[in-house]
């Protein structure tokens, strides 16, 4: 290995697109090598290398240490890895990719709400039929732990690895463990929802590698990538807000702590301009103020970022390097 950060992105559809516009908000390009390579790297940042993976592929990668870096769904981390709170750490929950794994049954089992109603299900359809309950599904461990969270036993998992709603029409199982977002998949297929049969709430994760070989040059190149997100991040939460100073307005800096929520970055110096970080919902409320204490103009700018040299983000993964291996 060369030494550099590489990380693993989604090759296709969704999930790349909304990986690419993440990277993007913290001024980060991604280049795809001669177009639509598999290969790729980040503007600006030579010690970067990207490979575009599928989605479950990134989970292995992150396991097996190949990747350091990497976007995918927490759903494919918990199914895939054997042990994933030891070997990989998920820094960022990234705002997209949302989907709930969920044990759905057809909309026709009335008097079947509640994993123990499936269960009651389960024990009858056994001794009636002679054989057990099948329940379709790809995500097969997270289904085998969830069931036995709730004493379900007597059913049995049969492989499905596409059309997952459609098993219970089909006649291929009775019950399916899959993934929903909008919720129009069951729908269409008559299947509903177990009340508590919610497995995982799953959405789009950053997630580090802790078995991976961490260079000098893949940590430094990880920390500049973790402060711009989280710089970026900080930035998007306020409005930098300018006014004149009047002697040293430390009463005043108080007071808009107090009932701003204002955040005063550089401290309350003698410099002649104030410069107030405001949650954009009480911006006006402030001006307001601000034109009753007699300033006349404040300036309201939207900081791109706000970079903090004690970033927790940055320092949880070197944390955990340390500790992890
Ligand atoms: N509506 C959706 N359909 C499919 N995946 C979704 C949806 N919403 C979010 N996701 C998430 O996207 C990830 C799966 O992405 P994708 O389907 O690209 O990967 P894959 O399963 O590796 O590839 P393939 O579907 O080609 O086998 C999962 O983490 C999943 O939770
Ligand atoms: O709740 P909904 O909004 O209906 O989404 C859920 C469906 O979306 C996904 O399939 P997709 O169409 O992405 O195809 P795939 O199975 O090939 O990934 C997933 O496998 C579900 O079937
Ligand atoms: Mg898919």
Request: aromatic share 6%.
């Given at each position: 290995m060369s030494g550099k950060l590489v990380i693993g992105l989604p090759s296709k559809g969704r999930l790349q697109e909304n990986a690419n516009a993440f990277f993007a908000r913290a001024g980060l390009k991604v280049r795809q090598d001669g177009g639509r390579g598999y290969t790729g790297r980040l503007d600006g940042m030579a010690n970067v290398e990207i490979a575009f993976l599928s989605a479950s592929e990134i989970a292995g990668q992150l396991e097996q240490g190949i990747i350091h870096l990497g976007v995918t769904g927490e759903d494919l981390i918990r199914e895939k890895l054997s042990a994933p709170e030891r070997d990989v750490?998920?820094?960022?929950?990234?705002?997209?990719?949302h989907a709930d794994v969920v044990v759905a049954v057809p909309q026709s089992w009335i008097d079947v709400a509640t994993m123990a109603d499936l269960d009651d299900v389960a024990l009858a359809f056994h001794t009636k039929r002679g054989r057990r309950l099948r329940v379709a599904t790809k995500y097969f461990n997270l289904t085998r732990s969830f069931f036995a969270e709730h004493g379900l036993t007597d059913y049995r998992i049969v492989e499905s690895l596409?059309?997952?709603?459609g098993a219970p029409a089909a006649g291929t199982a009775e019950v399916i463990v899959d993934i929903t977002s909008t919720g129009a998949t069951l729908a269409a297929n008559n299947l509903k929802i177990l009340?508590?049969?919610?497995?995982l709430k799953s959405q789009a994760n950053l997630v580090a590698s802790l078995g991976a070989e961490w260079s000098d040059a893949a940590l430094k190149a990880a920390g500049e990538i973790l402060d711009r997100v989280s710089a970026q991040a900080r930035a998007a939460k306020v409005i930098e807000v300018r006014f004149a100073g009047e002697g040293d307005d430390a009463a005043l800096l108080d007071e808009l702590k107090k009932r701003f929520g204002v955040t005063l970055p550089f401290g309350n110096g003698v410099a002649p301009v104030r410069i107030a970080h405001c949650p954009e919902a009480r911006l006006y409320d402030l001006v307001a103020f601000l034109y009753a204490e007699g300033r006349d103009t404040v300036t309201a700018v939207r900081a791109d970022y706000v970079f903090e040299a004690k970033n927790p983000l940055r320092e949880r993964l070197v944390a955990r390097l340390k500790n992890g291996n």
């Open positions: 750490e998920l820094l960022l929950p990234l705002g997209f990719g596409g059309a997952t709603e009340d508590d049969g919610t497995i």
